[in-house]
């Protein structure tokens, strides 16, 4: 067992590093898995998806960069793109930058005398921003939102025209077939299975790797047998449903999910630096994490409920195992197992979750909507400042119910260990009344960002993951956009498959392995000489590969011919039913070579070299084929 243990992570070691060269880390065939259809087999998709700009530029990732490499192609178009992205730029940068990084936009784009590359879109408000830089001074802060108005205007233009403009375009036609691609089957082969990484309620979870791109990913397996003795089914399912909705970085994310004869498999983002729970209690922070990192967690997990709660989702098993550490050192609420959709203007019923960490409207089996989630993550913070769970101390051994007990009556004592602000941080989230609790009013997460404990967070940057973690492990990542986003060949000519001009052949039949060829090859020319001479019948080559042996010689089969008389007569042809075999010389010669020896073998009584003479050809099924072809020979 632990030879097999060394083996599976030197493996997996080696997956990881390949993340680090996509030439490693992809298979050799990753063009042809990844080779996008003719667009012409893509156009009804036009009709099944949605074609909105809200949609195809804000939702999706793909279609943004491809509506942006259109506009860059036009020159009115190009400067209200180098607009937005400049835009942007402004709002996450640091407030040290902010006021050049502003001054720079304003002259570039929009100052009057100034200006190197003028917005061809009429934009108001443009006066307003005029005088705030006409009046700055050294000590001047811009604010993060004094272009808003503009990138507004410059949206809604591009809404317009430009946009619809870009659905008759080339770029949108390589977008419907990066969209055919994300339609492909997907099933075990898909991908390469490694060691093990943890173990689950329903089965356990293994790192995996997409063979088409080398990225790496995790694969949660719900066995289905265990799923079916603990009525699973329908957790499951709603798991699956939910994960479908995450589109967050603080929120592992579904990446495809497929099915196998034992298992339903849910492929997420892989988790390599450990959860919480590990660092705290058993990387030697007795005391632990240290205010600065215990802020730094706080705010990517708030950010995640922030955005499960906008979606009307309540996690309900906030806990230290369930956060984990990526491999760029940011955290991600996982497990979504427990979750549950709320309904507008409703609320849910239910004592699930983790003792110690459920909230007293749980214990108490109340109604509730998304207020056990604060007090689940006052729970985590708390912990990650002294090392010890609020109502447990570390390595204490207590009764559930005593447990509970703590949470509904007793309050939880601070120490040294916090500031004043991170206890009454902790307090204010530890509230026994949810009526009272931070979080639970109307404003939701926008109340606990705006908490003084946070007061050094910026958002903004922290949302766009620009924010440099406390913890920074290896980056493995790897993509092939670049490489396969290709629209013109070296020549200037438009790629094959984007051109509607030149469809694409018909496909031709599957092409089987050396043997059918072989007799496809052979029974063409037995066709035509039977064509040309009309002696004989046109046969199908397949009644020829395995009908009976039959005392008649094809016409135009020659001796060396899988078809000949002598195989036919020894049942040989029943060999030519396999596909390709792997280091198996498939020559008729060969085979009657081997079934020459067999015989010769049988003949001198030995029946353990005549299994050992069978046991050369690669195939099982060949084997009793063989050993027929030996028996036929035999008795002729």
């Known amino acids: 067992m632990e030879l097999e243990n060394i083996v599976a992570n030197t493996v997996y070691i080696k997956a990881k590093k390949s993340g680090l060269d996509k030439d490693r880390g992809r298979s050799r065939k990753w063009r ?16 099944e998806l949605s074609l909105n700009y809200e949609y195809v530029i804000k939702q999706q990732p793909i279609g943004k960069r491809l509506f942006w490499s259109y506009c860059k192609t036009k020159e009115d178009l190009s400067n209200a793109i180098e607009f937005l992205d400049a835009a942007d730029k402004f709002e996450v940068c640091l407030d040290s930058e902010r006021t050049a990084t502003g001054t720079e936009l304003w002259q570039r784009f929009l100052c009057p005398a100034k200006c190197e590359s003028p917005l061809q879109i009429p934009v108001s408000d443009i006066d307003e921003i005029n005088r705030v830089f006409t009046e700055i001074t050294d000590n001047t802060v811009l604010p993060k939102d004094l272009f808003t108005k503009v990138e507004r205007a410059v949206e809604d233009h591009l809404k317009d025209a430009p946009f619809h403009e870009f659905l008759n375009s080339i770029y949108f036609d390589r977008y419907l077939q990066w969209k055919s691609l994300e339609r492909q089957p997907v099933d075990k082969h898909t991908f390469r299975m490694y060691r093990v990484l943890g173990k689950g309620g329903f089965g356990e979870v293994c790192a995996c790797q997409v063979r088409a791109t080398g990225k790496l990913y995790a694969c949660k397996k719900l066995e289905k047998k265990r799923m079916k003795k603990r009525h699973g089914e329908n957790m499951a399912l709603a798991e699956k449903q939910i994960l479908q909705k995450m589109n967050s970085r603080f929120v592992v994310n579904l990446a495809y999910t497929f099915e196998t004869k034992d298992a339903l498999c849910l492929v997420l983002t892989i988790m390599n630096g450990g959860d919480l729970k590990f660092h705290i209690h058993n990387m030697n922070y007795a005391t632990g994490l240290g205010e600065n990192r215990s802020r730094f967690y706080a705010a990517e997990i708030a950010l995640g409920l922030e955005h499960l709660h906008s979606i009307r989702i309540v996690y309900r098993d906030l806990k230290p195992e369930n956060i984990l550490i990526d491999d760029q050192g940011h955290v991600r609420i996982s497990d979504l197992g427990l979750a549950v959709e709320i309904p507008p203007g409703g609320s849910v019923k239910g004592r699930v979750g983790t003792a110690g960490y459920m909230a007293p409207e749980v214990v108490m089996n109340s109604r509730y909507t998304f207020s056990p989630d604060w007090f689940g993550f006052g729970c985590i913070v708390y912990e990650m400042i002294t090392g010890h769970a609020p109502f447990r101390k570390r390595k204490e051994r207590v009764k559930r119910e005593e447990v509970d007990r703590r949470v509904c009556e007793e309050v939880e004592e601070y120490g040294s260990a916090f ?38 967070t910026n958002w903004v940057r922290l949302e766009a993951g620009l924010e440099e973690p406390p913890f920074l492990p290896d980056i493995i990542e790897t993509e092939c956009y670049e490489e396969l986003n290709v629209f013109y060949e070296p020549d200037g000519s438009l790629v094959q498959n984007l051109d509607r001009a030149n469809p694409p052949p018909i496909a031709p039949s599957p092409r089987g392995g050396f043997f059918r060829r072989l007799i496809h090859s052979r029974t063409a020319k037995t066709n035509l000489k039977s064509n040309s001479t009309q002696t004989v019948e046109t046969t199908d080559h397949k009644n020829v590969l395995f009908s009976k042996p039959s005392t008649s010689k094809p016409n135009g089969l020659g ?28 020559s008729p010669e060969k085979i009657e070579a081997v079934a020459e020896s067999v015989r ?8 353990d070299k005549l299994m050992q003479r069978c046991d050369s050809v690669p195939d099982r099924s060949n084997k009793n084929r063989l050993l027929a072809c030996c028996a036929r020979g035999r008795c002729s």
């Open 559 to 586: 001796e060396s011919d899988i078809g000949s008389d002598e195989l036919n007569n020894h049942g040989g042809t029943h060999l030519a039913e396999d596909r390709s075999l792997p280091g198996f010389d498939a």
């Open 419 to 456: 500031t004043e602000h991170g206890s009454n941080l902790c307090r204010s989230l530890l509230q026994k009344n949810p009526t009272y609790r931070l979080g639970c009013d109307e404003s939701g997460a926008a109340a606990v960002k705006r908490h003084a404990w946070f007061q050094s």
């Open 600 to 607: 010769t073998v049988e003949h001198q009584k030995s029946p």
């Open 32 to 47: 042809n898995l990844l080779a996008f259809p003719h667009i012409t087999d893509c156009e009804h998709l036009r009709d």
